[in-house]
């Protein structure tokens, strides 16, 4: 599959079991973007407030 339109007609054909378990897939998968950006961010706040070093690195 290559395309949303693919991924869309695949998805319509999937048994409801299957849909629910890709549903939460797709949320946990979107969670941990958001988690991670959310690290980042502050992560980066962090090292701004201390003038720049890391605070993973000290550097």
Do not use: F, H
Request: glycine share 6%.
């Amino acid at each position: 599959m290559t395309t949303v339109i693919e991924i869309e007609k695949a998805i319509k054909q999937l048994p409801r079991n299957e849909y629910t378990k890709l549903r939460g897939w797709i949320e946990d998968y979107d969670l941990e973007k958001d988690l991670s950006k959310s690290s980042a961010d502050v992560m980066a706040m962090l090292d701004a407030e201390d003038g720049g070093e890391s605070q993973l690195t000290s550097e």
